[in-house]
């Protein structure tokens, strides 16, 4: 079955930078977009932005652009989400999630379990 | 800028009916923006529940329904559940690969 797998969670000091793994299994990695997702505690869901795996192109959300880079190694079906610059406010639920299809305006499907990042000084 | 609304919470009655939207702060909701739905628990990941307007997630029981309600996206819960109380969220595609979510709305069922 289609499985997302993250990394643990991980605790950043402001400045500092976070690498967020996503391993994909069940299906074939290429063909559906990966997107990025992130939950402040108590807050909403906000899109950061997607990947597609098969060409490496990437869009990412206005706020976000400069400050993320989503990469991808297809020879082990994993998707990075890496934020750079780390503020408190970063400090949330990150999210892989993959489309339904082969597109950029496929809806999230599947999704990680989520990582934890917490930023503190 | 875009900001897509929903209502910030709503109560149903357990096997009443329900029924959350999906806006924008500009313009009317078309299948053009593949509106979909979420449902999340605290502590869980989101679940998808509806894609494509009205394309019902596999397992997704027939009680939840998606549709356009004249100038909104809608999500409708029929025969409400106590375990169908949870936060909800709407995402639209606003063209050149670009998602916006709305705020999310807390379903109480009681």
């Known amino acids: 079955q289609v499985q997302l797998v993250q990394s643990g969670a991980e605790v950043k000091k402001p400045g500092a930078s976070v690498k967020v793994s996503c391993k994909a299994s069940?299906?074939?990695?290429?063909?559906?977009?990966m997107h990025w997702v992130r939950q402040a505690p108590g807050q909403g869901l906000e899109w950061m932005g997607w990947?597609?795996?098969?060409?490496?192109?990437?869009n990412y959300a206005q706020k976000f652009q400069g400050w993320v880079t989503m990469t991808r190694d297809t020879s082990i079906s994993t998707a990075y989400m890496e934020l750079s610059r780390l503020r408190s406010d970063d400090t949330a639920i990150y999210y892989c999630?993959?489309?339904?299809?082969?597109?950029?305006?496929?809806?999230?499907?599947?999704w990680g379990q989520g990582t934890m990042v917490t930023v503190s000084s | 800028q875009t900001v897509v609304t929903q209502e910030p919470a709503l109560s149903v009655s357990p096997g009443g009916t329900v029924t959350l939207t999906c806006g924008l702060n500009?313009?009317?909701?078309?299948?053009?923006?593949?509106p979909s739905w979420y449902q999340q628990t605290p502590g869980q990941a989101p679940r998808t529940l509806i894609y494509?307007?009205?394309t019902r997630s596999s397992g997704v029981p027939d009680r939840f329904s998606g549709s356009l309600l004249g100038n909104k996206a809608a999500l409708s819960i029929t025969g409400a559940q106590a375990d169908d109380e949870s936060d909800y969220y709407c995402?639209?595609?606003?063209?050149?690969?670009?998602?916006?979510f709305g705020g999310g709305t807390k379903l109480t069922v009681l």
């Open positions: 999630a993959r489309s339904y299809g082969g597109n950029s305006r496929d809806a999230f499907h599947m």
């Open positions: 500009s313009g009317s909701v078309s299948t053009g923006y593949y």
């Open positions: 995402v639209l595609y606003m063209g050149g690969g670009v998602w916006v």
């Open positions: 990947i597609n795996p098969n060409s490496g192109g990437t």
């Open positions: 069940g299906y074939t990695f290429s063909d559906y977009f």
């Open positions: 494509n307007t009205n």
